[in-house]
């Protein structure tokens, strides 16, 4: 279902792929800057640079699906149509 939505608003599954090497790019910045910190909010900064860094694996599993739902749209339409999975043809005696 979400997959859909982003896909009928214009996503394509390497706008989250680069989004997601983006958010570890962004992850690693706030790790080094976290060590330039004192030490009563490194503890802070760090938790910040581990949340960035957990949006990766979502952001890269989402691209996965764009890509999966626009695979899927391909195959559908180069199928005829009685060949399509999940429909029957009905035959006629």
Known sequence: MVTHILRAAGFRGWHFHVL?????ALCIALWIRAKTVDDDARGNAE???IFV?????TL??????VERREGL???L????????RGTRMLRRH
Not at 20 to 24: D, M, T, W
């Open 47 to 49: 938790r910040r640079a």
């Open 73 to 75: 749209g391909e195959r």
């Open 20 to 24: 997601s090497l983006g958010s570890v």
């Open 60 to 65: 890269w599993l989402i691209g996965d699906g």
């Open 53 to 57: 860094g957990l949006w990766a694996p």
């Open 77 to 84: 339409r180069r199928q005829p149509l009685g060949r399509r």
